[in-house]
C-alpha cells in the first residue's frame, strides 16, 4: 500500500498541472462570471433579472434548470475528457521523453503497481475532479437560478448526477483509447492513434466498396461511445404541450439509457484498451 501511495504520489507530483487542466478552465469561468456580474451591477442591474426567465418559461422552469445543468456539466465534462487524453500520454510516455524509463522500472516494485498508478491518475483522478467541479457548478446555479424563478432544487441536482454518471463514461472510455496509443506509440501517439483509426476506416471502406459488404463504421462507433445519448434527454415541448410534459417520466427514461448494455461495452472495451496499453507499455524497449 505505501508502494502505491508513493507511486501515485509521483504521478501526481510529476502532471498536476495537467490534471487540473478542468479547475483552471472553472476559476476562469468563475473569475469572468464575477467581473460580468460586477459591471452588470455598476449599470444598475440586478442579478435576479439578468436570471429571471420571465413570463414566456412560464411552466418551463423545471425543464430548463434541469437542462441548464446537465449542459453545464457535459461542458465542463468535455475539458476533463481532453485533460485524461493528456494524461494518458504524459504518465506513459513521460519517462521517454525525460530518459529516465531505465531507471523507474529499475525499482523494486511490480509492474501491475507503476502501471495502475498511472492509469489510476488518468482515470480515477480525473473522474473524481470532474464530480466534485461539476457538482459545485450545479449546486451555484441551481441555488441562483431555483431562487430567482419558481423551480424545484431536485431537477438542478438530478441533471447533474444523470449527465455525471454518463460523461464519467465517456471520460474513462476515451481515457482509456488515448492510454491505448500511448502504450503503443511512443512519440506523438494521439495524432498517430487518430491516422491508425482513419486507416482502418478507410479499409473498412474499400472492402465495402469492392465487395458490397456493410461493415459498420469505426468512426460512427467511436463516436457513439464516445458520446452521451442525447435522444434521451428532453427537449421543450411546444408551449401548447407543457400540461403534459412529465419530467418524472422524461428522468426516468434518462436512468433507463444509463443502465444499458451500451454502458456495459463501453466499461468492457475500457478494460481492453487498459489491458492492451499496459501490454504495449511493458513489451517496448526502454530508454
Known sequence: MKQCKALLKKEWDTNWFMALIP?????????TALIGWIISLIRGHSLGAMVSSGEILTGYSDLVLYGLTS?????????SAISAVVLAYNVINGGYKNRCEIFHFSQPVSFLKIAGSKFLLVSLVTILLYGLLSLLNAVVFTLIYSNSVSAGFRYGLTGWMQTFLGTS????????????????????SLPLGFLTLLAIEVVIGVLNYTTGWHIPSLFEFLGR??????KSYPSCPPMNELQALDMQATINKVWNSLISWNSVLKLALSAVFVVAGAWFYKSRELS
Open 169 to 188: 463514461l465517456s471520460i474513462l472510455f476515451l481515457g482509456s483509447l488515448a492510454w491505448l496509443f500511448a502504450g503503443v506509440y511512443k512519440r506523438k
Open 225 to 230: 461511445m464516445i458520446a452521451l445519448e442525447m
Open 71 to 79: 449542459a453545464i456539466t457535459i461542458m465542463l465534462g468535455f475539458v
Open 23 to 31: 479547475l483552471w478552465a472553472t476559476c476562469i469561468v468563475y473569475i
